[in-house]
């Protein structure tokens, strides 16, 4: 049925244009504050809106993922235009004006900028000693259910919660010399079977599996990197029950399967001046694992979306690398 009064004002087409910034700035805040409610599974009370740029839009709570009977908090503050960032060549630009503001807040927090021509959240969790410039981001920042497990593990960091003290460990350098490496390797087989599973600070329970003995002991790998990872093994549960100093993404992929979304993230983690029993020289402990997030793709629009996260991070590798 044709409508009777407002058929000329009927428009499929939205402006952008800087005389509705701050409209268009509103709707931006409501989109995103509805997408966060959904990805994160969170609760939230609005900040002070409109008030100024050193403000706090959003204040968000939700369970942490994989510490049982703790709520984190995220503030938030939102962006939107052009004139806060863009997206190039597959590449999310947020620019340093959205840095500094959201710095002025005088917190670690989580900036979302939100793209009216995507119309997709993009976020970045800004540290307030961080330097403010033009931040590049992988796809693994665009908004989604997995988003709150990368959270979590930026409060987790920013917390410290049980850093890695080198003192404890000393690596048993001269065991491998002293008994054949047949043997050797047996032994840590069993005692790899036993792991299991390792409760890590920023990535929760760390599955000890096949998969990573497969890879590491593959026949195309060299045979000094095998025995490292001999020699490292034994350290696994002491190394990964703390934070490491430093960790990092190094590949991310994007895949569908049927109705769902599979990220795969593969994960750095380094453990620094780790001494040994054998000379003065101090090594660092480098571990990669694998993580995969499925959720439904139209994750938007999904209800009881909370049954239908999933996630398992196991371990893929152990090495050992000198340091200078």
Same mark, same amino acid.
């Given at each position: 049925?044709?409508?009777?009064?407002?058929?000329?004002?009927?428009?499929?087409?939205?402006?952008?244009?800087?005389?509705?910034?701050?409209? $268009?700035?509103?709707?931006?805040?409501?989109?995103?504050?509805?997408? %966060?409610?959904?990805?994160?599974?969170?609760?939230? !009370? =609005?900040? &002070?809106?409109?008030?100024?740029?050193?403000?706090?839009?959003?204040? #968000?709570?939700?369970?942490?993922?994989?510490?049982?009977?703790?709520?984190?908090?995220?503030?938030?503050?939102?962006? *939107?235009? *052009?004139?806060?960032?863009?997206?190039?060549? $597959? &590449? @999310?630009? %947020?620019? *340093?004006?959205?840095?500094?503001?959201?710095?002025?807040?005088?917190?670690?927090?989580?900036?979302?900028?939100?793209?009216? #021509? /995507?119309?997709?959240?993009? =976020?970045?969790?800004?540290?307030?000693?961080?330097?403010?410039?033009?931040?590049?981001?992988?796809?693994?920042?665009?908004?989604?259910?997995?988003?709150?497990?990368?959270?979590? !593990?930026?409060?987790?960091?920013?917390?410290? #919660?049980?850093?890695? $003290?080198?003192?404890?460990? @000393?690596?048993?350098?001269?065991?491998?010399?002293?008994?054949?490496?047949?043997?050797?390797?047996?032994?840590?087989?069993?005692?790899?079977?036993?792991?299991?599973?390792?409760?890590?600070?920023?990535?929760? $329970? @760390?599955?000890?599996?096949?998969?990573?003995?497969?890879?590491?002991?593959?026949? &195309?790998?060299?045979?000094?990197?095998?025995?490292?990872?001999? @020699?490292?093994?034994?350290?696994?549960?002491?190394?990964?029950?703390?934070?490491?100093?430093?960790?990092?993404?190094? *590949?991310?992929?994007?895949?569908?399967?049927?109705?769902?979304?599979?990220?795969?993230?593969?994960?750095? %983690?380094?453990?620094?001046?780790?001494?040994?029993?054998?000379?003065?020289? /101090?090594?660092?402990?480098?571990?990669?694992?694998?993580?995969?997030?499925?959720?439904? &793709?139209?994750?938007?629009?999904?209800?009881?979306?909370?049954?239908?996260?999933?996630?398992?991070?196991?371990?893929?590798?152990?090495?050992?690398?000198?340091?200078?």
């Amino acid at each position: 049925m044709k409508p009777l009064f407002i058929n000329k004002e009927l428009k499929a087409d939205s402006k952008l244009t800087r005389d509705l910034n701050s409209q $268009n700035g509103n709707d931006s805040e409501v989109i995103s504050a509805a997408n %966060l409610i959904q990805a994160l599974n969170a609760e939230l !009370r =609005w900040g &002070t809106r409109n008030e100024d740029n050193s403000k706090i839009d959003l204040l #968000l709570s939700f369970n942490h993922p994989w510490i049982i009977g703790k709520r984190t908090l995220l503030l938030c503050q939102v962006k *939107s235009g *052009s004139s806060f960032g863009k997206i190039t060549n $597959n &590449t @999310i630009k %947020l620019y *340093s004006k959205g840095i500094k503001e959201a710095q002025k807040s005088q917190n670690d927090i989580c900036l979302v900028w939100y793209d009216h #021509l /995507t119309r997709e959240n993009y =976020w970045a969790y800004i540290h307030s000693n961080s330097i403010p410039k033009v931040v590049e981001l992988g796809k693994n920042h665009i908004l989604s259910p997995a988003t709150k497990f990368e959270v979590a !593990r930026c409060i987790s960091r920013s917390n410290k #919660l049980k850093n890695f $003290n080198s003192r404890g460990v @000393i690596l048993n350098f001269k065991k491998i010399k002293l008994i054949p490496i047949s043997k050797h390797r047996k032994n840590i087989r069993t005692s790899y079977k036993n792991i299991k599973k390792i409760n890590n600070p920023l990535y929760g $329970n @760390i599955e000890i599996s096949k998969y990573g003995w497969k890879h590491m002991f593959r026949k &195309t790998r060299l045979k000094s990197y095998k025995n490292d990872s001999l @020699i490292v093994i034994p350290y696994l549960k002491q190394l990964l029950s703390f934070q490491p100093d430093r960790h990092w993404v190094i *590949s991310f992929e994007n895949n569908k399967h049927n109705q769902f979304t599979i990220l795969k993230y593969e994960h750095v %983690l380094r453990y620094e001046k780790i001494k040994n029993n054998e000379n003065d020289k /101090t090594y660092e402990v480098v571990i990669k694992l694998i993580e995969e997030v499925g959720f439904p &793709t139209n994750w938007k629009n999904e209800n009881l979306l909370s049954q239908k996260v999933f996630r398992k991070t196991v371990l893929k590798s152990c090495s050992l690398k000198k340091m200078v």
